[in-house]
C-alpha cells in the first residue's frame, strides 16, 4: 500500500484505537458520525427486540437519539456528503438533511443537492452487488467522482462494507486486491487535496474449527439444556446481510424472566469461550447501551466463538466461506490514521487511548493544519 505509507513517512499519524460494543457495523458507523457511544445515539445494535416482541432492524432514522456531525454543519452552511457501500445505512446516514447515496443501490439514489441525477453514469460503470469485492471500491469513487463534479466538499464520510474480510482473511488473494484498490483510491483523495482519516467499524476474526466447521454457542438450546426455560435470543448483527455472517456474531442478548435470569446467567457463563455475561443495568454501563434496546443479558464471547439462537434457525448453507465474524471485545480494536500531524494535545490524547468516534474530532479540531 505504497499511498499510504508514504502518507505515514510524510507525518500522518497511525494508532491503535477502539470500535463501540458491540463491534458491529450500525453501532460503530452512527458513533463514528456523531461522535458519540450508543447510549447516546442510541443504536447498540443492527436489530433489537422492540417493546412489543417484535424483532426490528435498526436502520429507520426514527431511532435515533443524537444529530451527526454531518447534520450539524450542512445546517451551519457546510458542503457535507455521506456514502455508504450497504444500502442499509443510507438512511440513517442521510438524517438530518444530509446528501446521501448508496454503492448498493447507486442506480436508485441521485444527489440532487448537488445536481447529480444518475450517480451510475458519473462513476462511469454499473454498481456492483453486496457481494463483490470491490463494492467499498465504488463507495469511495462516488465520493471521488462528486469532488470532482463539483469541487472539493467540506466534509465527507465514505463507509465501506466488510465482505471481503467476512470471505478471506490478511494475505488471501481477494484481501489483496482489496486493499491494492483502497490504496490507489486512497492516493486519488490525497491528491484531490483532502485532509483523510481512516478507521473501522470492527475488526473481524475466524470463528470456526480446524475443518472449516463454524465454531458456535447456539444460547436457546444451551439453556434449554441447562433446564432454563422461557428465554429468548437476540442476535444483534442480524441484517439483511446472511452471506456474510449467517447472523452470527461474538455478542448477544437474552431476555428472561426475572426469575430465571440468574440460573440463566450462570449457565451462559459456564460455557467456553463465553467471556462476560452482564445484567441490563451492568451492561448499560460498562457497554455504554441504552437500557431500554438491549437485553435483560448481555453476553460476549472470545475472538474464536460465534453466538447464535438455535441450531435450527441458523441456514449455514449461506455462508462465503468458513465462518468469520465480529461482534466481541476482541474486534474492538481497530485503527485510528489522520493523513496530517496531529497537534502535540491531540497527539497525548491518543497516547492516552482512542475511540473510532473520535475520528472527527481528530480531523477537525486535531491536526497542526
Known amino acids: 500500500m505504497p499511498r499510504l505509507q508514504e502518507m505515514l513517512d510524510q507525518g500522518g499519524s497511525l494508532h491503535l484505537g477502539r470500535s463501540q460494543m458491540p463491534s458491529f457495523t450500525n453501532t460503530n458507523n452512527l458513533s463514528i458520525v456523531t461522535g458519540a457511544p450508543p447510549v447516546v445515539h442510541g443504536l447498540p445494535g443492527n436489530h433489537y427486540l422492540a417493546a412489543n416482541g417484535e424483532e426490528v432492524q435498526l436502520t429507520s432514522p426514527e431511532f435515533l437519539r443524537a444529530p451527526s456531525i454531518h447534520a450539524e454543519l450542512g445546517k451551519a452552511g457546510a458542503r457535507v456528503l455521506c456514502?455508504?457501500?450497504?444500502?442499509?445505512?443510507?438512511?440513517?446516514?442521510?438524517?438530518?438533511?444530509?446528501?446521501?447515496?448508496?454503492?448498493?443501490?447507486?442506480?436508485?439514489?441521485?444527489?440532487?443537492?448537488?445536481?447529480?441525477?444518475?450517480?451510475?453514469?458519473?462513476?462511469?460503470?454499473?454498481?456492483?452487488?453486496?457481494?463483490?469485492?470491490?463494492?467499498?471500491?465504488?463507495?469511495?469513487?462516488?465520493?471521488?467522482?462528486?469532488?470532482?463534479?463539483?469541487?472539493?466538499?467540506?466534509?465527507?464520510?465514505?463507509?465501506?462494507?466488510?465482505?471481503?474480510?467476512?470471505?478471506?482473511?490478511?494475505?488471501?488473494?481477494?484481501?489483496?486486491?482489496?486493499?491494492?484498490?483502497?490504496?490507489?483510491?486512497?492516493?486519488?483523495?490525497?491528491?484531490?487535496?483532502?485532509?483523510?482519516?481512516?478507521?473501522?467499524?470492527?475488526?473481524?476474526?475466524?470463528?470456526?474449527?480446524?475443518?472449516?466447521?463454524?465454531?458456535v454457542h447456539y444460547l436457546e438450546d444451551a439453556l434449554h439444556t441447562a433446564g432454563v426455560r422461557g428465554c429468548r435470543v437476540i442476535l444483534p448483527i442480524t441484517d439483511p446481510y446472511v452471506v456474510h455472517h449467517g447472523a452470527l456474531g461474538s455478542f448477544a442478548w437474552v431476555h428472561c424472566p426475572e426469575e430465571h435470569r440468574q440460573r440463566a446467567r450462570e449457565a451462559l457463563a459456564a460455557l467456553p469461550g463465553v467471556e462476560e455475561v452482564f445484567d441490563r443495568e451492568e451492561a448499560a454501563v460498562i457497554y455504554q447501551h441504552p437500557a431500554d434496546r438491549i437485553g435483560d443479558l448481555s453476553v460476549a464471547a472470545d475472538a474464536g466463538t460465534a453466538l447464535g439462537t438455535s441450531a435450527a434457525k441458523h441456514d449455514l448453507s449461506v455462508l462465503a466461506g468458513p465462518l468469520r465474524s465480529h461482534g466481541g471485545r476482541h474486534e474492538q480494536p481497530v485503527p485510528v490514521i489522520v493523513s496530517k500531524p496531529l497537534s502535540p494535545r491531540y497527539a497525548e490524547l491518543h497516547r492516552i487511548g482512542v475511540f473510532n468516534s473520535d475520528l472527527h474530532d481528530l480531523l477537525l479540531n486535531g491536526t497542526t493544519v
Open 83 to 215: 456514502v455508504t457501500a450497504k444500502d442499509k445505512l443510507r438512511r440513517l446516514l442521510a438524517h438530518g438533511g444530509v446528501p446521501t447515496t448508496s454503492a448498493e443501490k447507486a442506480h436508485e439514489c441521485p444527489i440532487p443537492e448537488f445536481g447529480i441525477d444518475d450517480v451510475v453514469e458519473l462513476v462511469g460503470r454499473k454498481n456492483p452487488g453486496p457481494y463483490e469485492w470491490d463494492m467499498s471500491h465504488y463507495a469511495i469513487e462516488i465520493g471521488i467522482a462528486v469532488s470532482r463534479k463539483i469541487g472539493p466538499l467540506d466534509l465527507m464520510y465514505l463507509s465501506t462494507t466488510d465482505f471481503v474480510q467476512h470471505a478471506e482473511g490478511p494475505g488471501g488473494k481477494m484481501a489483496d486486491r482489496f486493499f491494492r484498490r483502497f490504496d490507489e483510491l486512497l492516493g486519488e483523495l490525497l491528491d484531490l487535496g483532502y485532509l483523510v482519516g481512516i478507521t473501522a467499524d470492527h475488526g473481524m476474526n475466524a470463528k470456526h474449527h480446524p475443518d472449516g466447521s463454524p465454531r
